[in-house]
């Protein structure tokens, strides 16, 4: 069956210190790959995706993924968090080429940052 | 131009009862998506429209829940005989055009349904 997962369901850090949370999936096929992120008060937001090519891809305020096929990863990183960062993420897939567009989530993971 | 938008934000209503949630995509975008989220978890897929046909309904849990888009813009959700475990966020995206390699799916505010 197709699924997502995070492993990381609350994270709290402090302000500059490092990011990185984890998104592994199960597909039968090729994927899309996506991670949107959910500020408070706020719907969610597409943070980066990944189609094909090459497996870093850059999102905005400095969040980066990696796509690791041998291990269905899709890791969400940010080499310095700001306050602002507070915000719950959410890893997605989705097959490419069947008859549906829909997109799988993960069960998210909420991240505090301490100023 | 404006996002997803959803009406109504909130929707209160009692078991039993029939409630409507309506969706209003981005404009121009042909593919729309109704996704709902429990306290706790990840959206989950229910329905999926390309232009006015439901081309992919398998995640509706059961018979009472129904969605139209007639028109091919404004969809709605139409839930029947409401029970206390519908209580959700029911969420709406919309997208350029479904299948499309680069196609992403933006999503709107939702309406918080609450069954007493």
């Known amino acids: 069956a197709q699924s997502v997962s995070q492993h990381n369901h609350h994270v709290i850090l402090s302000e500059a210190a490092s990011l990185e949370l984890g998104c592994n999936y199960s597909y039968g096929g090729t994927v899309n790959l996506f991670w949107y992120v959910q500020y408070p008060g706020q719907h969610l937001q597409l943070l980066l995706k990944y189609f094909s090519g090459d497996p870093l891809v850059k999102g905005i305020k400095g969040f980066e993924a990696e796509f690791i096929k041998s291990k269905f990863s899709f890791n969400l990183r940010k080499p310095s968090v700001q306050w602002s960062d507070t915000a719950e993420y959410f890893c997605?897939?989705?097959?490419?080429?069947?008859?549906?567009?829909?997109?799988?989530f993960g069960t998210g993971t909420l991240l505090a940052v301490q100023p | 131009g404006a996002g997803v938008s959803q009406t109504p934000s909130n929707k209160v209503t009692e078991k039993g009862k029939y409630v409507e949630l309506r969706c209003d995509p981005i404009s121009g975008h042909t593919a729309l998506y109704w996704y709902r989220q429990s306290l706790g978890q990840g959206p989950e897929f229910l329905i999926y429209?390309?232009?006015?046909?439901?081309?992919?309904d398998s995640g509706l849990p059961n018979d009472r829940f129904f969605a139209v888009r007639p028109e091919g813009s404004v969809s709605t959700l139409k839930i029947q005989r409401t029970e206390r475990g519908d209580s959700a966020m029911y969420l709406c995206a919309s997208s350029l055009m479904a299948g499309g390699a680069a196609d992403t799916q933006y999503f709107g505010p939702g309406t918080r349904l609450t069954v007493l």
């Open positions: 429209f390309q232009g006015t046909g439901a081309a992919d």
């Open positions: 997605a897939a989705r097959g490419r080429g069947g008859a549906t567009n829909k997109l799988i």
